[in-house]
């Protein structure tokens, strides 16, 4: 293996990135790697992160054939992602662009604010800006959170139907108990409620818990392993699983949809009909039936648990621009449309997202290029009061999903759905 070629081109600043990777020491380990005497994992222990990186990229390039110039230049110093990933080699660029600004009639975010998305999809910018200008004209879009908390459900082994409504009984007579425990770990986090579940042998207990501006998943997890040390301490029930599926997390599951997780928050608007007509190039009564017929026959003959069109598309592309966790974009699509002609003619036009999980600090959001876009939209950080950060980054959420939805029932209601892939060559 050889280090003739730098393949860092592009430098950063003194602050850290590929520039400040030492490359003749990431060559002595990338071969000390590839010769067996030293561990991929261990190279963070004998180097600073940069050169940690640069020898990954050494040895994976010599192993792999590739050319990983591009993957080797970031902006930032590797140590700001260690809390984020392992065996760091670099960073993958997504495209990053705006929308908006749209006015948003919130309960934490009342103003116009650029929404940010990332994605490699050609069109969906464009299709969710439409959907953002139609909003504007129609006196922009109103979004409130519906509920908020975030859960956790270990799984208990009990011996018999009849000990397990024991371990109800004892779980509603304390709660006191099992919140002090739980809330003894975290200095934000506060237990709502336990919701028990029996299923034969099995007891799973639901903790739900107000994470405040944290998306919490690690903050719950810590907190109910505490209130479960309680249980085994205080009943005769074995903790099987700290996690028992009944959370329910990156996962399609009807108990998200009905119960919420994260944050549930509805976005709508009323758009008049003379503007459905000019902007939209449709009538609101096309939009209705298509969002009758599609988003909830269609989907209900598929059993999909989206009634929606693409709620995806603009939460998936937010979560990426935010520094969200993408695999929950399983539960944030989980979200239902409706489409209805009011009593004047115009349409009324909503969407509400049941298990939006998501947060202003921690996990991803402290990565610099995530930490500018959630300044984009005006709730990085902690919020004030504590969770309206949160709550403001999922209205925003919501009212690009509404714009997103919008355009493209119009689309479809217009026959411009292809017409307009194919205009903007993709």
């Not at 990933?85 to 309960?107: A, C, K, R, S, W």
């Not at 758009?271 to 017929?293: Q, Y």
């Not at 944030?332 to 004047?344: K, L, P, R, W």
Request: proline share 4%.
């Amino acid at each position: 293996m050889t280090a003739d070629a730098d393949p860092d081109a592009t430098e950063t600043d003194e602050a850290g990135g590929p520039a400040a990777a030492d490359f003749e020491r990431a060559a002595e380990l990338a071969a000390e790697v590839s010769d067996g005497d030293r561990r991929l994992h261990e190279l963070d222990d004998n180097a600073d992160p940069d050169t940690a990186a640069a020898a990954r990229r050494l040895l994976v390039e010599d192993q792999s054939g590739a050319e990983l110039s591009s993957i080797g230049s970031y902006g930032f110093p590797a140590e700001a992602a260690e809390p984020n990933i392992e065996n760091m080699i670099g960073t993958v660029q997504v495209p990053l662009g705006v929308v908006g600004p749209v006015d948003i009639n919130g309960g934490a975010l009342d103003d116009e604010r650029y929404l940010p998305l990332a994605t490699t999809e050609g069109a969906l910018l464009a299709s969710v800006n439409r959907g953002c200008s139609v909003i504007n004209r129609a006196g922009g879009a109103t979004a409130r959170v519906t509920k908020a908390g975030m859960t956790r459900a270990p799984v208990f082994r009990v011996d018999d139907v009849a000990e397990g409504l024991a371990l109800v009984e004892w779980v509603r007579e304390h709660g006191d108990e099992l919140r002090e425990a739980a809330e003894s770990t975290t200095n934000h986090g506060e237990l709502q409620d336990v919701t028990p579940y029996v299923v034969g042998n099995n007891v799973y207990l639901r903790f739900r818990y107000d994470t405040k501006d944290a998306m919490g998943m690690n903050m719950v997890t810590i907190a109910t392993k505490e209130a479960c040390e309680l249980v085994e301490a205080e009943t005769s029930a074995s903790l099987v699983a700290l996690s028992g599926n009944l959370c329910t997390d990156k996962k399609p599951a009807a108990i998200n949809a009905v119960e919420g997780r994260g944050r549930s928050v509805t976005a709508d608007v009323v758009v008049p009909r003379e503007v459905v007509d000019a902007k939209l190039h449709t009538t609101p009564e096309a939009i209705a039936e298509i969002n009758t017929r599609k988003n909830l026959i269609g989907s209900a003959k598929a059993g999909s648990f989206g009634f929606n069109a693409h709620v995806a598309n603009p939460v998936a592309a937010m979560f990426l621009a935010t520094g969200q966790d993408e695999a929950q974009v399983v539960e944030g699509a989980n979200a239902i449309t409706t489409a209805e002609v009011t009593d004047d003619g115009d349409l009324y036009f909503s969407v509400s997202l049941a298990s939006l999980e998501i947060g202003t600090v921690g996990g991803g959001t402290k990565l610099p290029t995530q930490s500018e876009a959630l300044d984009i939209l005006g709730v990085r950080g902690g919020g004030d009061p504590a969770g309206s950060n949160a709550d403001a980054l999922a209205e925003a959420i919501a009212v690009g999903s509404l714009a997103g939805e919008l355009s493209l029932l119009a689309a479809l209601g217009s026959r411009h759905l292809s017409s307009a892939h194919e205009s903007l060559g993709r």
